[in-house]
């Protein structure tokens, strides 16, 4: 099947740092990316929806200033986590669609610690 | 709106017992049904779908049937193995357009030898 990478798979930071996270498409082109968080325990939930080349989609309550998104090209989108803090901490996912009625591919997720 | 709602967890069965996962869902239109199975310290991988009324999507000896007239895509497994210890996520998606999926809170599955 499609793989879709994920990068750094586990990451550390202070509060107030920016991090950011790295989502590929390696065998296939997604038009479309979608950015879940999981709390643990918990489902995912969906953050923030990504098209190649136009502006992020965010769901209610995920504030787009802190939450960054970029769909550069059609194999890889960025989540940039602005001035982390503790709460931010959570296991981010992405997936990746080669377009309608296609499959999404699930990224391995990147645990982030806000210390 | 959409939602898929599933068992509470977790779930805990001796090898080769019979697995049941209860799904339902509400959804406007037609949508497509998976199951995803997330593995300790893993991503979610797809297990299975159905994308209309009546199929049987099915892998690893898990199956799950779209019915329809109860709106539920429940799995299940014959028999199962403690290599299969881990939280099965129901999810669907809008059939129309490029979607985002919608997930169930998750069940974990626990096998014992």
């Known amino acids: 099947g499609a793989v879709v990478s994920q990068h750094p798979s586990r990451v550390i930071c202070k509060s107030g740092t920016s991090v950011k996270i790295e989502c590929r498409s390696l065998?296939?082109?997604?038009?479309?990316m979608f950015w879940y968080r999981q709390f643990p325990k918990q489902s995912l939930m969906l953050m923030a929806t990504s098209n190649e080349g136009s502006k992020a989609t965010y769901e209610q309550g995920v504030e787009k200033d802190k939450f960054l998104i970029n769909h550069a090209s059609l194999t890889l989108s960025t989540l940039t986590v602005t001035s982390a803090h503790p709460e931010d901490s959570s296991f981010y996912i992405c997936?990746?669609?080669?377009?309608?009625?296609?499959?999404?591919?699930f990224g391995p997720g990147t645990r982030l610690l806000v210390l | 709106g959409n939602s898929v709602t599933q068992m509470e967890g977790p779930v805990t069965l001796s090898e080769e017992a019979f697995l049941t996962i209860n799904c339902t869902y509400t959804a406007t239109g037609y949508p497509s049904l998976f199951w995803y199975v997330q593995y300790p310290g893993e991503g979610l991988q797809l297990l299975l779908k159905?994308?209309?009324?009546?199929d049987k999507g099915s892998n690893k000896g898990f199956e799950a049937t779209y019915r329809k007239e109860t709106t539920s895509f429940h799995l299940e497994k014959g028999s199962v193995q403690v290599s299969d210890s881990a939280v099965y996520f129901c999810a669907l998606r809008r059939s129309s357009g490029n979607t985002p999926l919608v997930f169930g809170k998750g069940t974990r599955l626990s096998v014992i030898a």
């Open positions: 065998d296939f082109q997604a038009t479309t």
């Open positions: 159905a994308t209309k009324a009546d």
């Open positions: 997936s990746a669609s080669g377009g309608e009625q296609e499959t999404q591919y």
